[in-house]
């Protein structure tokens, strides 16, 4: 299976500041097609995850651009630019390469 | 709108079974590969398996965790998604969610998740 390794587990940025979160996985994400299958998800406290992020930086569909993604082979990033008041909740990357898919251990957002 | 709605959750021993139900609207269920992830109270995110469409035999994957006590089904004619659960074992008890396969390989719907507790 691959191991999705996120970093901190747990982050406290003061509203405005800058976020980021890193993820490393134990293989490297670059499919056959040439695509990498790396996403970001966003979980607000009682709701169920929503995509932010896909293919390492494409911010899907109503996703505010203070939102990005980096990264390649194994070590990615999402950054947060300012963070607002409904950044609060827990981030999971995600790998869409190999059975089974598998998910970061999430990062708590806490904002001051 | 796209929605997706779980039922069937709810309290059942160990060693017992359940049957969720996941309703689809809002868009061509039959076209998508279908999933059920779910998340231990306070714990993240756990993949349990998926079921592809008729174009693809609707076969299925899972995870090794639910391998041979969880089916995953679905009935296009009715939208509807479903995950039977035999032998439970209390390491089961979770927010059961569907989730709608993308292109792209992401989620690009969830569910609101249905509780399934797991205990004597």
């Known amino acids: 299976d691959i191991v999705m390794t996120q970093t901190p587990l747990s982050s406290p940025v003061t509203l405005g500041q800058p976020a980021s979160i890193s993820c490393r996985s134990s293989q490297s994400l670059v499919h056959s097609d040439g695509n990498t299958y790396l996403s970001w998800l966003q979980q607000r406290p009682g709701q169920p995850p929503r995509l932010l992020i896909y293919k390492i930086s494409n911010r899907f569909s109503g996703v505010p651009d203070r939102f990005s993604g980096s990264g390649a082979g194994t070590d990615f990033t999402l950054k947060i630019s300012r963070v607002e008041a409904e950044d609060a909740g827990v981030y999971y990357c995600?790998?869409?390469?190999?059975?089974?898919?598998?998910f970061g251990q999430g990062t708590r957002l806490e904002i001051k | 709108e796209v929605q997706l709605v779980e039922s069937g959750g709810g309290l059942v021993q160990p060693g017992g079974s359940l049957r969720l139900s996941c309703a689809a609207s809002?868009?061509?269920?039959?076209?998508?590969?279908m999933d059920w992830v779910r998340q231990a109270p306070g714990k993240g995110l756990d993949w349990v398996g998926r079921?592809?469409?008729?174009?693809?035999?609707?076969?299925?994957e899972y995870a090794a965790s639910v391998k041979g006590r969880f089916t995953i089904s679905r009935d296009d004619s009715k939208n509807s998604l479903f995950l039977q659960m035999n032998s439970l074992k209390t390491e089961d008890t979770a927010v059961y969610h569907c989730?709608?396969?993308?292109?792209?390989?992401?989620?690009?719907?969830w569910g609101q998740g249905t509780l399934v507790t797991v205990s004597s």
């Open positions: 989730a709608r396969w993308g292109d792209g390989n992401i989620y690009l719907y």
């Open positions: 995600m790998q869409g390469i190999q059975y089974p898919i598998t």
């Open positions: 079921i592809r469409k008729k174009a693809n035999s609707y076969t299925t």
């Open positions: 809002g868009f061509t269920f039959s076209d998508h590969f």
